[in-house]
């Protein structure tokens, strides 16, 4: 067993061992254990369950919370070479039979699933019928009402035993107390599980919160300071490239990465910074997941994270190479008001989200007791407008109304605009020689092929990458090219895709889950106040707090702000009492005399000569000599 591992590891991944405690739990998932694997980030958990996935017949199946997650978790193994697939949205019931066949008779071993999808009776039965190998619940903290994502749907994944019985689960997550283990446990059904965990301690890593007036000013000081690669958190999407410009204005080489990008734009993000061509991201938490660079050698955070487990998370990708890194976290009073103002703003009441759900109906003209099955387009801005909502307390109960069944609310991932060429060749090899549009002609004739016959999906970012213009400019050249009757131009919009999951029941349909959306708030509450909570704290160690929260123990890091304050108290502290001390033996001596006889900096032993000479415990004579009262 232990050589095939290893042989998948290198074939695939181009390892040649695993880290601490991997082997472990592959071993444990391959005997058949339900195994629990609680690994801080940049463990490494998906190989965990991928590795014996691979060396075991049949396919595995993964549970993941995010659409987007699970696509790029798809295309990475795609890239290996290792089959792999999930279920996109709007897929029909016979697409979605040829889809299980393929993976049945087609040698799949991995398929991706959202825990919604598995709501469906359907897509059970279809299940059922699998040779499946492994089940793996990624992000399981989400099945717990104590873990920071909270997902009802997750509460559901017990029927996965009863599908497939005699399959071993492995639950994986970055970050979860003891208590959420116990609920991941006794949730799946799982029984004498195997737990794995590794320390959340870091002892490279020098957690540090700065109160400051000028957050920009104290972030480029840390930019001269550190000389290396850096991920800048910020809270909005806006403020990743706002502040990416500013840096970049400032003489640094920044980029910037959030989750509206498209996927080419965020790849090129990503190689700018990985290449060290820009050593400085900013982004927002969508930067993440399957990040290993590990010479990172600071996260700053220039906004409040929304958990500790989410700042335990971030700060995490720093130091990975066992050297030296900190964690920064600049805070001012602003930051505390907004915390205030986001209790009343950014979440809804159980009243105002069972009045976004009715006119979800309403929207879409469904009555009551109607359940459509097919997709409709749907326009959060126009939806906001059009019934005077507010767009935060909005996009959470939409948050609420997915992750509690109600509704599907997704914005298709493989979808993206098309072009068909509607002039004959010669035509067009005309066009191509003129100068507003030529260049343009020529690069998609040299991108595209078929694009005569049929429409053929195209991207924008990379075609103004080819051509050295921004998206902005292909689209308008592309519209115009339409209006010329040149081409059929088809723009991917910016419409989601949104699914009734139930039918429509109004009041109702929220009264049977208020629970579980009361029980989410309070948490996001709590967990924001334990943010608070380490940020104010000023007289325990940081790194203490932080493994103390995930029920670790461990002496005081000495090098976070709060161990090095108390180290310049107990200094300042040593250097007066000496100064005391070596006064009481002499009768008068000059300030020179006094630090010849201290091993410390000249200027840390004169402030503290005036401090004492201020708290009248030393005087001075008419000829600057020192002495004790």
């Given at each position: 067993?232990?050589?095939?591992?290893?042989?998948?590891?290198?074939?695939?991944?181009?390892?040649?061992?695993?880290?601490?405690?991997?082997?472990?739990?592959?071993?444990?998932?391959?005997?058949?254990?339900?195994?629990?694997?609680?690994?801080?980030?940049?463990?490494?958990?998906?190989?965990?369950?991928?590795?014996?996935?691979?060396?075991?017949?049949?396919?595995?199946?993964?549970?993941?919370?995010?659409?987007?997650?699970?696509?790029d978790?798809?295309?990475?193994?795609?890239k290996?070479?290792?089959?792999?697939?999930?279920?996109?949205?709007?897929?029909?019931?016979?697409?979605?039979?040829?889809?299980?066949?393929?993976?049945?008779?087609?040698?799949?071993?991995?398929?991706?699933?959202?825990?919604?999808?598995?709501?469906?009776?359907?897509?059970?039965?279809?299940?059922?019928?699998?040779?499946?190998?492994?089940?793996?619940?990624?992000?399981?903290?989400?099945?717990?009402?104590?873990?920071?994502?909270?997902?009802?749907?997750?509460?559901?994944?017990?029927?996965?035993?009863?599908?497939?019985?005699?399959?071993?689960?492995?639950a994986?997550?970055?970050?979860?107390?003891?208590k959420?283990?116990?609920?991941?446990?006794?949730?799946?059904?799982?029984?004498?599980?195997?737990?794995?965990?590794?320390?959340?301690?870091?002892?490279?890593?020098?957690?540090?919160?700065?109160?400051?007036?000028?957050?920009?000013?104290?972030?480029?000081?840390?930019l001269?300071?550190?000389?290396?690669?850096?991920?800048?958190?910020?809270?909005?999407?806006?403020?990743t490239?706002?502040?990416?410009?500013?840096?970049?204005?400032?003489g640094?080489?920044?980029?910037?990465?959030?989750?509206?990008?498209?996927?080419?734009?965020?790849?090129?993000?990503?190689?700018?910074?990985?290449?060290?061509?820009?050593?400085?991201?900013v982004?927002?938490?969508?930067?993440?997941?399957?990040?290993?660079?590990?010479?990172?050698?600071?996260?700053?955070?220039?906004?409040?994270?929304?958990?500790?487990?989410?700042?335990?998370?971030?700060?995490?990708?720093?130091?990975?190479?066992?050297?030296?890194?900190?964690?920064?976290?600049?805070?001012?009073?602003?930051?505390?008001?907004?915390?205030?103002?986001?209790?009343?703003?950014?979440f809804?009441?159980?009243?105002?989200?069972?009045?976004?759900?009715?006119?979800?109906?309403?929207?879409?003209?469904?009555?009551?007791?109607?359940?459509?099955?097919?997709?409709?387009?749907?326009?959060?801005?126009?939806?906001?407008s059009?019934?005077?909502?507010?767009?935060?307390?909005?996009?959470?109960?939409?948050?609420?109304?997915?992750?509690?069944?109600?509704?599907?609310?997704?914005?298709?991932?493989?979808?993206?605009?098309?072009?068909?060429?509607?002039?004959?060749?010669?035509?067009?090899?005309?066009?191509?020689?003129?100068?507003?549009?030529?260049?343009?002609?020529?690069?998609?004739?040299?991108?595209?092929?078929?694009?005569?016959?049929?429409?053929?999906?195209?991207?924008?970012?990379?075609?103004?990458?080819?051509?050295?213009?921004?998206?902005?400019?292909?689209?308008?050249?592309?519209?115009?090219?339409?209006?010329?009757?040149?081409?059929?131009?088809?723009?991917?919009?910016?419409?989601?895709?949104?699914?009734?999951?139930?039918?429509?029941?109004?009041?109702?349909?929220?009264n049977?889950?208020?629970?579980?959306?009361?029980?989410?708030?309070?948490?996001?509450?709590?967990?924001?106040?334990?943010?608070?909570?380490?940020?104010?704290?000023?007289?325990?160690?940081?790194?203490?707090?932080?493994?103390?929260?995930?029920?670790?123990?461990?002496n005081?890091?000495?090098i976070?702000?709060?161990?090095?304050?108390?180290?310049?108290?107990?200094?300042?502290?040593?250097?007066?009492?000496?100064?005391?001390?070596?006064?009481?033996?002499?009768?008068?001596?000059?300030?020179q005399e006094?630090?010849?006889?201290i091993?410390?900096k000249?200027?840390?032993?004169l402030?503290?000569?005036?401090?004492?000479?201020?708290?009248?415990?030393?005087?001075?004579?008419?000829?600057?000599?020192?002495?004790?009262?």
């Open positions: 067993m232990s050589n095939n591992a290893l042989h998948i590891l290198k074939k695939y991944w181009g390892h040649d061992s695993f880290r601490e405690p991997q082997h472990e739990i592959i071993t444990s998932t391959l005997k058949g254990n339900d195994t629990i694997a609680l690994l801080p980030t940049g463990g490494g958990k998906s190989i965990c369950f991928q590795v014996p996935a691979l060396i075991k017949e049949g396919v595995c199946l993964v549970i993941s919370p995010l659409v987007a997650l699970i696509q978790q798809v295309d990475s193994l795609v290996k070479n290792i089959k792999a697939t999930t279920i996109p949205a709007g897929k029909t019931q016979d697409e979605i039979i040829t889809l299980f066949d393929n993976i049945r008779f087609g040698n799949y071993k991995f398929l991706y699933l959202s825990p919604e999808r598995l709501q469906s009776k359907f897509i059970q039965e279809k299940i059922r019928q699998l040779n499946v190998n492994l089940i793996a619940i990624d992000e399981a903290h989400c099945i717990s009402e104590w873990g920071h994502d909270f997902r009802p749907s997750y509460l559901d994944l017990n029927i996965l035993k009863e599908l497939q019985p005699n399959v071993p689960f492995i994986l997550t970055a970050t979860a107390t003891k959420v283990l116990i609920d991941i446990g006794q949730h799946l059904g799982m029984v004498n599980q195997k737990v794995f965990s590794k320390s959340f301690v870091r002892e490279n890593l020098a957690y540090q919160v700065f109160d400051v007036n000028d957050k920009l000013g104290r972030l480029e000081r840390i001269k300071k550190i000389n290396a690669p850096i991920i800048v958190y910020v809270s909005s999407r806006k403020k490239k706002e502040i990416s410009n500013y840096l970049n204005a400032q640094f080489k920044s980029t910037y990465y959030h989750g509206g990008l498209t996927s080419m734009e965020k790849q090129v993000a990503f190689d700018k910074w990985f290449s060290e061509e820009c050593l400085v991201m982004a927002t938490n969508a930067f993440g997941m399957g990040i290993d660079k590990p010479n990172v050698r600071a996260v700053v955070h220039l906004n409040l994270p929304s958990s500790l487990e989410n700042y335990t998370q971030e700060a995490g990708r720093a130091g990975r190479d066992g050297k030296k890194a900190f964690s920064v976290m600049l805070t001012n009073a602003n930051d505390f008001r907004s915390f205030e103002e986001n209790q009343t703003n950014k809804p009441s159980i009243k105002e989200i069972k009045e976004v759900h009715q006119k979800l109906y309403q929207n879409f003209q469904i009555a009551k007791g109607e359940l459509i099955d097919t997709a409709f387009s749907f326009n959060f801005l126009d939806f906001c059009k019934y005077n909502f507010k767009h935060t307390k909005t996009k959470v109960a939409l948050q609420l109304l997915g992750s509690n069944g109600i509704i599907e609310l997704n914005t298709p991932i493989n979808k993206r605009s098309t072009i068909q060429f509607l002039v004959r060749s010669n035509q067009l090899i005309e066009l191509g020689k003129r100068k507003d549009y030529g260049f343009l002609i020529q690069t998609l004739l040299r991108l595209y092929g078929g694009v005569f016959e049929q429409p053929v999906s195209i991207d924008e970012f990379f075609i103004g990458k080819k051509i050295g213009a921004t998206s902005f400019t292909v689209i308008e050249q592309l519209e115009k090219l339409e209006t010329m009757e040149v081409l059929s131009y088809q723009k991917t919009g910016k419409n989601s895709e949104l699914y009734f999951l139930q039918p429509r029941e109004d009041d109702l349909a929220i049977r889950i208020s629970k579980n959306i009361t029980s989410f708030l309070n948490q996001k509450i709590k967990k924001s106040k334990q943010v608070l909570d380490f940020i104010q704290n000023k007289s325990i160690c940081r790194a203490v707090l932080l493994v103390n929260y995930f029920n670790e123990r461990i005081d890091c000495g976070c702000d709060v161990c090095l304050e108390k180290k310049k108290n107990s200094n300042n502290k040593d250097i007066e009492k000496l100064i005391i001390e070596i006064l009481s033996r002499s009768s008068e001596l000059f300030s006094i630090c010849e006889r091993n410390e000249e200027e840390d032993i402030i503290h000569l005036r401090k004492l000479l201020a708290n009248e415990v030393i005087g001075v004579t008419l000829y600057n000599k020192y002495f004790l009262k």
